[in-house]
């Protein structure tokens, strides 16, 4: 997958998805099918980057996303003054017909672009003749009778219930990012893990202990990841994502790794020692490979 960001782009008979696609759940994906079953040579994600306080997944993990789900092109495009302040028609134009050679265009039915938000579903729908596009228009998904949004997600995540939040997705919520060095007590415990460190402003679930899928390259393994701030080991103020991958016995500093959270085990807790810890996180590795065996 190629990642551009600042323009100008050299794109010619694409299918262009647009939007802000915090967290490319279940919503999105109605966006992201239309575009990767298109009949136009190149398929493109075009998405905004800006400052926000919280978020579902971080731009690395958008972008991981998108290459999984068969994006030949992601385009972050700066949310800076320029685009601010260009109207609907210049964004038209300039942006996705001259540069992004958009074909066919798809959003969802609340999209708004260009100066004061003027743009709308109304106006690329008026120009399609005009300029050679065709236009596809999304509703919101519902499910429980509600619209799936990033930001009924990322409440959920904040409740804990990973479970609603895993079907809103359409996909286990994930943590993408480079395995770091940490404390190494999982490997005095025979327990060695996978350390991340979440990107800031990461809405993360309950902290606590899941059942986990982990993806290092085209491998896949099971795991037991820890969500939190490891009560137990003296000194740990960090808030990590800490991942034992079963089977597994590798040097994978430094790569980066998936790692999907599909069921929520138990919550956090301090243990008095850290042979209760150990006794603990065994139990752990044996609730994780049963949810997986009869999953």
Request: aromatic share 10%; charged share 25%; net charge negative.
């Amino acid at each position: 997958m190629i990642v551009l960001e600042k323009g100008p782009y050299q794109l010619s008979d694409t299918a262009v998805c647009i939007g802000k696609f915090d967290g490319l759940h279940s919503g999105h994906q109605l966006l992201i099918d239309a575009v990767r079953n298109s009949t136009c040579k190149t398929k493109v994600m075009f998405t905004f980057t800006f400052e926000t306080a919280e978020h579902i997944y971080s731009t690395e993990e958008k972008k991981y996303l998108a290459e999984q789900m068969g994006i030949d092109v992601y385009i972050a495009c700066p949310f800076d003054q320029a685009l601010t302040h260009m109207s609907p028609l210049e964004f038209l134009e300039n942006i996705l017909i001259r540069q992004c050679g958009a074909k066919e265009i798809c959003v969802g039915e609340d999209f708004r672009f260009g100066f004061e938000r003027k743009g709308d579903v109304a106006f690329l729908a008026k120009h399609q003749q005009t300029y050679g596009y065709r236009l596809r228009v999304f509703e919101k998904k519902k499910m429980a009778g509600e619209c799936v949004s990033s930001t009924r997600i990322r409440k959920e995540l904040k409740e804990g219930s990973l479970c609603d939040v895993n079907e809103l997705l359409g996909r286990p919520y994930m943590v993408y990012g480079e395995v770091q060095h940490g404390n190494q007590i999982g490997r005095t415990l025979n327990m060695p893990t996978a350390n991340q460190i979440p990107s800031s402003g990461k809405v993360l679930p309950a902290f606590g202990v899941y059942a986990s899928r982990v993806y290092i390259g085209e491998r896949n393994f099971i795991g037991v990841t820890n969500v939190g701030m490891k009560p137990t080991i003296p000194g740990e103020s960090k808030i990590g994502v800490e991942t034992y991958i079963m089977n597994f016995d590798e040097d994978i500093y430094g790569q980066k790794i998936c790692v999907e959270l599909h069921r929520f085990l138990r919550g956090e807790k301090k243990f008095s020692s850290l042979e209760e810890l150990e006794a603990e996180m065994k139990a752990d590795k044996d609730k994780a490979f049963y949810f997986f065996c009869i999953e």
